[in-house]
């Protein structure tokens, strides 16, 4: 029997591509009154511009090219899914899985930097913001990247592929936190 | 395939298995929309990423504030569109999610006045306001 998210469409949209929807619209919240508060600080703290100078800008556009790439291969999973070929869906997702991994690692050497020139998460506010909201969208990847390799694992055996659409569509929400989160934090010094 | 929304899709392509068809009533604002190739919309991003990088480097306000933040406005505008296809959507997804920026515009609106200035008519935040001084007086020592 198949769960109640993959057969029932009582709104008009699959529930299980809803719950997706929903699970966005309660993480707009969370990222916007995160985001939003560092930008009413950052107005009222010049000296922030001088601590964002220590951020790594050309690390932070390597991974925006990175997450903006993964989401390519989500899309492509999707398209692969629609076109019932489950096996070139999971290679896709699997990339932006890699994608994910990239994009971690980044972020590790970027931290380990960082950490080593005394810049930790109790230096000052903008640190604080920093690791907080960098970590905060960090822990999203990586529970990305375990949602998709469950997809992935089905879509290899042409199962449940409607899911492949559900985590993409999760994954480019996590991408367009970033597209944000990128000028505020790398590049308004 | 020239333009990002020339491709037309007149059926839909068949359903993931595993997931009932839809009612067609669902599917009406799905059949009718356009999907854009998905490798011109990330190309486009990808200019658009350098440009957010490299204007700011001419380091004017007007010009930071447009390549930086004007650009991941639409970044973010083409990811929702072409990637999530947004738009392909019922409508009231979009309100909803306008709903859930409309609380962050809230939250925003009623705690900057307080954040964003240091004084008022009869108030003064002499904590933040010290901070900002001691924070620019290091840097600018640090600097010497």
Sequence with gaps: ?189 | MTTLSTERHEEEAPRASGEEPRPAEAHGAEHEHAHANPVKVWAILCVLLVVSVVGPMAEIRIVTLITAFGIAGVKAYLVAKHFLHLGAERRYIAYALAVSVAFMVLLFAGVAPDVMEHHGRNWKNVAAAKEVERALHEAASDEH
């Excluded at chain 1, 469409?9 to 929903?22: D, F």
């Excluded at chain 1, 790594?56 to 989500?74: E, I, P």
Aim: glycine share 8%.
């Design chain 1, 1 to 189: 029997m198949k769960p109640i998210a993959t057969t029932r469409s009582a709104t008009g949209i699959p529930t299980g591509r809803l719950a997706v929807w929903w699970l966005i619209a309660s993480e707009i919240v969370i990222f916007g009154g995160l985001l939003a508060s560092y930008v009413m600080h950052r107005i009222g703290h010049a000296e922030f511009g001088d601590y964002a100078a220590h951020t790594n800008t050309w690390a932070g556009a390597l991974n925006t090219l990175v997450l903006l790439t993964s989401s390519l291969s989500a899309v492509l999973a999707h398209e692969a899914a629609e076109k019932r070929d489950g096996p070139r869906a999971a290679r896709m997702l699997l990339f932006t899985i890699l994608g994910g991994a990239v994009f971690l690692v980044v972020k590790g050497f970027e931290w380990t930097t960082e950490i080593r020139h005394g810049f930790t998460i109790t230096t000052n506010m903008f640190w604080s913001f920093y690791y907080t909201a960098a970590g905060l969208h960090a822990l999203h990847v990586i529970a990305g990247m375990i949602a998709m390799a469950f997809v992935a694992r089905g879509a290899l055996a042409n199962r449940e592929l409607q899911r492949v659409e559900l985590v993409g569509n999760y994954w480019h929400f996590v991408d367009i936190v970033w597209i944000f989160l990128f000028p505020l934090l790398y590049i308004a010094k």
